[in-house]
């Protein structure tokens, strides 16, 4: 643990460096045109893809995680976790889910920031003595519980932000289903805040195309798997009604960042990295904590522990 703190206090400087930090300049103009810093609004730390799992090495290093969030100087407000919370529920069986379950919540216990959260492909319980449709219905509902949402996408305000959670898991494949798109639309037609997104595949991302052609051939819809199949219709959207700003997600575990038309889609890699068997390609563990000001502007650091 000491040898991790030091890195956290003396290594973040050179993330910059390696140019795998992000610094948006964040002001504001008066009306005698003297430029003046933006406040910051907020700090939050993004988490994803935290693959919980009932190991000793895996629960000690989750803990940490949280421990070294909750104990932060300039501690965060809130905490965004985007999806996948526990290893794998996908046709595990209910114990050792259960077991997985346990780990995360001993392991959230030891923060008491506030935490969003939404749901990840590999939250979904699932078991084969079922039809497809009743997999999705109740094992999502299953991973609703144990996350604590009344529904599986929604909003909340905090800051002068909107923060807009969304289910990517759709019963044909990682889209809003036609009720979660007409309640979206009505929440960004009715805020003038500016708006996080959140959700737990990408909308837009570098990092989704560069995974999908390291495990698939380029031929066909290699996205399929890795980005919302509707990213052309968010992306409409969020040109509508230009006062979304940041899109946080998870899923690849990889680290990108893709500004389009006003939008910082972001990818933070994962506290996992590769399932906890270190770094996954070329990222290894992370999570990211990030500021959102009050014009709308974001700044980033990324934390490797």
């Not at 979304?244 to 972001?266: N, W």
């Not at 590769?274 to 959102?292: Q, R, T």
Request: hydrophobic letters at 35%; aromatic letters at 12%; glycine letters at 8%.
């Amino acid at each position: 643990m000491g040898d991790r703190r030091s890195f956290l206090r003396n290594g973040l400087f050179g993330i910059g460096a390696l140019g795998l930090g992000n610094f948006s300049f964040a002001a504001t103009t008066t009306s005698s045109g003297v430029i003046q810093p933006a406040s910051r609004a907020l700090r939050i730390a993004h988490l994803t893809d935290c693959h919980t799992q009932p190991k000793t090495s895996t629960e000690k290093a989750l803990k940490s995680v949280f421990r070294e969030i909750n104990n932060m100087q300039d501690r965060p407000d809130l905490i965004i976790n985007t999806g996948d919370s526990v290893l794998d529920a996908n046709y595990a069986a209910a114990g050792f889910l259960n077991d997985c379950w346990d780990v995360w919540n001993d392991s959230i216990g030891c923060c008491s920031i506030p935490m969003y959260s939404c749901i990840g492909n590999h939250d979904v319980w699932t078991v084969h003595d079922i039809e497809e449709s009743l997999q999705t219905k109740e094992g999502k509902l299953s991973a609703m519980q144990k996350l604590g949402l009344k529904q599986s996408y929604y909003s909340f305000e905090r800051g002068g932000w909107k923060f807009i959670a969304l289910d990517s898991m759709g019963e044909d494949g990682y889209k809003l289903d036609t009720t979660q798109w007409h309640w979206l639309e009505n929440e960004l037609a009715n805020t003038s805040k500016p708006v996080c997104v959140y959700s737990h595949v990408p909308i837009i991302s570098a990092a989704s195309m560069m995974y999908a052609m390291e495990r698939r051939s380029a031929k066909g819809n290699m996205l399929q798997k890795e980005m919302h199949a509707d990213a052309k219709g968010l992306k409409d959207l969020f040109f509508k009604y230009q006062n979304v700003k940041l899109c946080l997600s998870g899923h690849v575990h990889y680290i990108d960042e893709v500004d389009y038309l006003g939008v910082k889609y972001m990818c933070n890699g994962s506290v996992s990295g590769n399932w906890w068997k270190g770094k996954l390609d070329e990222f290894p563990p992370a999570y990211a904590i990030i500021d959102l000001y009050t014009d709308g502007s974001v700044k980033k650091e990324l934390i490797y522990y």
